[in-house]
């Protein structure tokens, strides 16, 4: 008889608990790196390539829903989880996104900015500027490009 009702309240609260989590408290996110840049002043544009083109990773990254709209980067290459230079021809899909200061630092956790990635100002292929996360290698030197 009290079964149903039960279940009920332990799924919201669990719900909620995770909805929490995701939007305030994300505990899951690793440590801001020391080496990451401050965030930006005011809301900007980042452009993702991959797993930030999932909305699921985007929510549970950003915090909130994010909507996106395609976008292009010339003169780049996916290489594994990073870019590499390529000639000018060459044009990289992915997606745009705005986020304010605040969830910045929640993709520089993600991204572990400063210690694993570094974040790049780039010229999209409309023209507009977006922020770009590119690997660093373990010596904190720019990979070697092909």
Do not use: C
Not at 9 to 23: C, F, G, K, P, S
Not at 36 to 54: I, K, Q, S
């Amino acid at each position: 008889m009290f079964q149903r009702p039960l279940a009920l309240m332990i799924l919201i609260v669990v719900v909620a608990t995770i909805w929490l989590l995701v939007t305030r408290f994300p505990v899951y996110l690793p440590q801001l790196d020391a080496n990451a840049p401050p965030p930006p002043e005011d809301d900007v544009y980042v452009f993702g390539f991959a797993t930030l083109t999932n909305p699921l990773v985007r929510l549970v990254v950003v915090g909130r829903p994010v909507t996106t709209e395609p976008a292009a980067l010339r003169g780049v290459t996916r290489f594994r989880r990073d870019l590499r230079d390529a000639s000018p021809d060459m044009v990289l899909h992915g997606v745009r996104f705005r986020v304010t200061p605040e969830e910045m630092v929640r993709l520089d956790r993600y991204e572990q900015t400063g210690r694993k990635y570094r974040r790049d100002l780039l010229p999209l292929a409309d023209g507009s500027l977006a922020w770009v996360y590119r690997l660093i290698d373990e010596t904190g030197v720019e990979a070697l490009r092909d």
